[in-house]
Structure formats: C-alpha cells, structure tokens
C-alpha cells in the first residue's frame, strides 16, 4: 500500500474525529488502514490500585483500533458496532507507553474480526486481543 493511501486514512480518521474516552486515555494512533492500524497508549493515569496498566485500558484501545480498521473497511456512510471482544493479558506494564497493532483475522460485508497484539517498549507482548465488529446496513 502506498504511503498516500494511509495519509488519506489518517485525514479521513481526523475528519470523524477520536471519541473522547480514546482522548482521555492518551490514545494516538500512528498508522490507520483497513489492513493495519498502529496506535500507542500511554501507561500513566491508566492504571489499576496496584500501579499496573489497567486490563480495561486494553481492552478499550483494542476496541477501538478494531472498530476504526472496520470503519475504514465499510466507508464513510456505514455504522460500526463492536459485537464481541476478548483480551488475554500476558505481563504488567508499569510504565511507558504501550504500541497496539491491528491486522484483520476478515474483512467481510457485514462483520469484520482484527486481532490486537500490545507490547511494551521493549517489544515484550503483554495482551493479545480480539474483535468482532457488525457493519450496519446503511439508512
């Protein structure tokens, strides 16, 4: 894929804006395409009582790398919905940032499924997660 293309992912991401739970947390993605979506998240004031990168925090930029590789897959005019997730955690992270890579498991006309691999920064994985996304028909 050309580097134009992704360029023009990236402006059709701006243009529909982040959701505000993904501002919140710090998420930013880097690299946005139907086949590849790479985004980093900081660990900071993403943390569970005992210091470790909340499980949740996962989950969320999982869900939402997979649901912005869906949308970018069904077009402009079509609605995502997340109908299944699922994370395992492998290590606690403590600090940092965190790199989530999305790659698509299918891209279909109505369902869309992408594995999430996280690592720390030294490039240990520390969740691998999966998400099932339904596109609505258009209205």
Do not use: W
Request: charged content about 15%; hydrophobic content about 40%; some cysteine.
């Amino acid at each position: 894929m050309s580097e134009e293309k992704e360029i023009n992912y990236l402006e059709i991401l701006n243009v529909r804006g982040f959701a505000a739970l993904d501002q919140k947390l710090g998420i930013v993605v880097t690299e946005a395409s139907p086949q590849r979506l790479v985004a980093t998240m900081p660990v900071e004031g993403n943390t569970q009582p005992l210091g470790f990168l909340h499980g949740g925090a996962n989950v969320v930029l999982a869900e939402s790398l997979g649901s912005i590789g869906t949308a970018l897959h069904a077009g402009p005019n079509r609605k995502i919905v997340g109908v299944d997730i699922n994370a395992t955690h492998h290590r606690t992270v403590t600090e940092g940032f965190v790199t989530a890579v999305a790659t698509p498991v299918s891209l279909g006309r109505t369902m869309c499924c992408y594995e999430i691999v996280i690592t720390n920064e030294a490039g240990q994985r520390t969740c691998t997660a999966r998400i099932t996304c339904m596109i609505l028909a258009e209205r």
